[in-house]
């Protein structure tokens, strides 16, 4: 059991792959990666870690290149320091006395300008994602060895569901932010409220979207939970985004709660930071659109009914949100800039 | 045909497709226009369902033709600008004539004024569904209210001859001269026979059909109502100019539709009932919509196209077994080394090929059948020329050549004794089908695909090696269509149903009742690994709830 997890959790293999390796008689070494994780000292960065183990498998946490890393396998770090370290994760013993990962890292050091063939390269980039997994259980720079998770808020994903003090309303605000742009599809800038939008989107022309709810950031909070888990004797906390229903309904309806896993918080921080709508889109834009639905579904009495129209505009270098209605007389009415 | 349901002309000569799959799909037709034309029919008919049939008609409450108002102001108000494809000075001035009227509505201020339409506008506008490189009368809005339905029109000779004349000179109700909206051999009409089908899937189930109209109607009337006052401001400007405050009514006649007693139609209209039956936005639903109704006329094709499709099949309701397509959906991409990808590509082709096979069949049986009629040889040749021009029209242009030549060396040969009685059959037939494939080809075969890839049933959207896939608005149109508020149903069960329905094939089960498993000879695991995948995106959507590896249960929001 532990063999078939070195290759395919921690290893991030898989076993018809492997498999095929044994038919052709390759050699299966390079691809496991093997760490009793409960036979050692338990701390703090371990835990955080250890959190993420049965993601592993999907994060490809060996695929990621990023250059302070992969600079620190291949040239064996900068400072007095970072070298001990280096040989400490690369010690002789673990490299079958040096034979095999230094040997090619010393022959892509060594060939320099000389070898037009990249055959070195080759053969070393075959061993970094095995190195950059083997860093990122055992390196003792803990922080940049995290930066292999490819999560950028996952730190502070953790700490909220800590519930460290006054973390909770700062990441709100940007939340309500990436939410109103996951909703609307447009880059809204709108921290204070959240606007429940819906739009056509198979046009040509620049959606506008139309508000049919909005709530104030104070009707909104983060909660967390602990979830009982029956299977184990441990309760798992969860973290949820509360929404109070709208003032004149308050009497009759309870606050609706939306579960915040780990990937909706980074689809949702993403976005509040500029990123793009398609990274994580596949596992999270179902759940944001259900969670829209739910929304209006429980809190909109007559949403689509109302005689007034809420929309965003795209002005110079924004969005706006403009109003039109009809009044008694029958002349349409609204706010311009 | 003696089996068909709606209007159907007797003397009228109909294209290859039209006489398998009525009349009529084409190619050209934008996936979101099925809808579109769906809800403008079952609204002209005061959204009643099973109207518009020629043997009921003196019955009360019952009409023949329905009735659209045709919305030019509107329709101009929003498309017709600066950068339209075909300009036209008359089109210019009942522009600002209708600009000008709008300004009764407004208030006095006139930048104020000039602001606010500009701002009406292109929020109307937002919601073009129709644009592709099309002239203003034949673009479309999304219908998300009753006064947002638009009947695609065509100005004869537009884009040929230019309009000269000075239209200041003339009055305001001719500026509209030349709009057409019932040139039948222009339009495709998906959405009448959507109406059709939907129509003869709930004959004898008054219930269902009440509550499929009444929903839509509620969608199309009660929601959206601003948005709808805007609309009908607007488009009352000009019905005020023009025709004297009395907006002039498009009449339309439905198509037809083969085989009205086949199951699927009644499986159609059992999905919309289910679907409508939700608590959705309403432009959340109307797109959903679009994309069952889209859904379902990709099933119809397939379920036509099948070999075993026959007359006999569809009225005794054995055809839902017999015809079910392989709807192979590959969910890993390219997870698995494109090993499935590949089998869903071959099926998609197969279903391709079914298609011009039925087409061939067709023309196959009904020359021998014409045959047969005519015993005598010397006149053969000609009676089945005369035959197959009367039933599916003359060929065109350069296949016309082609085919006379063909006919012409067939009549040599037959004269000279070089080939038989079943020879010239053969040769007529082979005559007929290439020369009319052309036109098939390219007005019918790519609309399934068409569709296909608008909804999410087909990726990749452009490009090649297309396949089955499951989008996630069609997921969850499907969900929402099979399953009542409320209900759950196991996730092996929903995969079933979906098979049973509609052929879709996703896990080890279905692959091994449809006969994949000993066809297409994969391993067993990728059938399991691409079942697993769908779960996972089910449970990410939310529409899942694991309990635990032997129990997920799948229902709506």
């Known amino acids: 059991m532990l063999i078939h997890l070195a290759y395919s959790i921690t290893g991030n293999q898989r076993c018809d792959t492997l498999q095929q390796l044994v038919a052709t008689g390759e050699s299966r070494a390079p691809f496991s990666y093997y760490q009793n994780i409960w036979g050692r000292a338990d701390d ?25 890393i992969d600079d620190f396998i291949v040239s064996g770090g900068q400072t007095e320091n970072e070298r001990a370290e280096h040989s400490r994760l690369f010690a002789p013993q673990v490299d079958l006395n040096e034979r095999r990962f230094a040997q090619a890292r010393q022959a892509y050091l060594d060939g320099g300008a000389e070898s037009s063939a990249t055959s070195e390269e080759v053969v070393l980039s075959q061993w970094l994602p095995h190195c950059r997994r083997k860093l990122f259980f055992e390196w003792q720079d803990a922080t940049k060895a995290m930066r292999l998770i490819p999560f950028l808020y996952f730190d502070l994903y953790q700490r909220l569901l800590q519930d460290e003090r006054g973390l909770k309303d700062r990441v709100l605000h940007d939340f309500i932010c990436g939410l109103n742009r996951a909703f609307s599809q ?23 979207p139309l508000v049919r709810l909005r709530f104030a950031s104070t009707d909104l909070w983060f909660e967390t939970d602990d979830r009982s888990h029956a ?30 896993g780990l990937l909706q918080f980074e689809y949702v921080l993403r976005l509040a930071h500029g990123g793009t709508y398609n990274v994580l889109a596949e596992e999270c834009e179902l759940d944001v659109r259900s969670f829209k639905d739910r929304l209006l579904n429980t809190f909109a009495s007559a949403p689509d009914q109302s005689e007034q129209l809420e929309f965003f505009v795209a002005e110079r270098h924004h969005y706006s949100l403009r109003k ?7 002349i349409i009415r609204g706010q311009t800039s | 045909m003696n089996n068909v349901y709606g209007q159907f002309d007797e003397n009228g000569k109909h294209a290859l497709a039209a006489h398998i799959w009525g009349h009529r799909l084409r190619a050209g037709q934008h996936w979101m226009e099925y809808m579109l034309e769906f809800l403008g029919v079952l609204a002209g008919f005061d959204y009643q369902l099973g109207q518009g049939l020629p043997n009921r008609s003196g019955e009360a409450n019952y009409r023949d033709e329905y009735r659209l108002p045709k919305r030019l102001g509107l329709r101009r108000f929003v498309f017709y600008d600066g950068r339209e494809k075909t300009p036209d000075p008359r089109d210019q001035r009942a522009t600002d004539e209708i600009r000008r009227q709008l300004h009764t509505h407004l208030p006095a201020d006139r930048q104020h004024a000039e602001e606010l339409i500009a701002q009406l506008r292109s929020l109307l506008r937002s919601f073009s569904a129709i644009e592709d490189d099309r002239s203003w009368y034949a673009k479309s809005l999304f219908p998300v209210h009753e006064e947002f339905l638009l009947w695609e029109a065509l100005r004869k000779g537009s884009t040929k001859r230019k309009y000269v004349g000075d239209p200041a000179q003339l009055p305001l109700e001719q500026l509209d001269r030349g709009i057409e909206f019932f040139a039948r051999n222009f339009f495709a009409r998906g959405g009448e026979l959507y109406y059709l089908m939907i129509s003869a899937g709930t004959e004898g189930d008054r219930e269902r059909r009440e509550r499929i109209s009444s929903k839509i109607q509620y969608l199309l009337k009660e929601r959206n109502r601003a948005l709808g006052d805007f609309a009908r401001i607007v488009n009352g400007t000009w019905t005020a100019l023009a025709d004297d405050g009395d907006e002039q009514m498009i009449e339309g006649r439905v198509g037809w539709l083969p085989d009205p007693a086949c199951p699927l139609y009644r499986q159609f209209a059992e999905d919309l009932d289910c679907f409508l039956d939700n608590n959705l936005d309403a432009l959340e639903s109307l797109e959903l919509l679009a994309h069952l109704i889209s859904f379902h006329i990709v099933c119809y094709i397939y379920h036509r196209a099948h070999p075993a499709s026959d007359a006999e099949g569809h009225a005794s309701g054995s055809c839902l077994e017999a015809c079910r397509p392989h709807i192979l959906v590959d969910l890993l991409g390219d997870e698995d080394g494109g090993v499935l990808r590949e089998r869903s590509a071959a099926q998609l082709r197969r279903l391709d090929a079914w298609q011009i096979e039925r087409a061939r069949a067709l023309i196959t049986d009904k020359v021998a059948a014409w045959a047969n009629e005519q015993a005598d040889d010397r006149l053969l040749l000609d009676a089945l020329k005369g035959q197959a021009e009367n039933y599916f029209g003359g060929a065109r242009t350069r296949a016309k050549q082609e085919y006379e030549n063909r006919l012409h060396e067939l009549n ?33 075969l790519a609309a399934h695909s068409k569709l296909g890839r ?14 089955f896939v499951l989008g996630d608005t069609l997921l969850k149109t499907l969900v929402t269509a099979n399953l009542q508020p409320g209900e759950v149903l196991g996730f092996g069960p929903m995969l079933q149903r979906l098979y049973e329905r509609y052929g879709i094939i996703v896990g080890p089960g279905e692959a091994n009742i449809a006969g994949l498993t000993a066809r297409l000879r994969i391993n067993e695991e990728y059938y399991i690994r691409n079942r697993n995948a769908l779960l996972m995106r089910l449970k990410r959507a939310g529409l899942v ?6 129990t997920a249960l799948v229902s709506r929001l």
Do not use: C, M
């Open chain 1, 231 to 260: 299977a184990y004797n441990f309760d798992r906390r969860a973290l949820y985004l509360a929404v109070a229903p709208p003032a004149q309904r308050r009497g009759t309806l309870e606050a609706l709660r939306w579960r915040i």
């Open chain 2, 545 to 550: 709830t694991q309990y635990s590896d032997a």
């Open chain 2, 454 to 467: 608008a909804i999410g049933l087909i990726a990749p959207h452009k490009g090649p090696r297309p396949r």
């Open chain 1, 44 to 68: 703090a960065g371990f835990r955080q870690k250890a959190s993420v183990v049965v993601h592993l498998n999907r994060l490809n946490v060996g695929e990621h290149s990023l250059f302070e």
């Open chain 1, 324 to 330: 039109l209605w009809i009044d008694e007389q029958g």
């Open chain 1, 186 to 208: 447009l880059y809204l800038r709108e921290r204070d409220y959240l606007f429940v939008t819906t739009q056509y989107l198979h046009s040509g022309e620049h959606p506008r």
């Open chain 2, 412 to 444: 040599i040969s037959y004269n000279s004794g070089d080939t038989s009685r079943e020879g010239i059959v053969r040769g007529v037939s082979d005559a007929v089908f290439s020369a009319l494939s052309a036109d098939f080809r390219s007005n019918f």
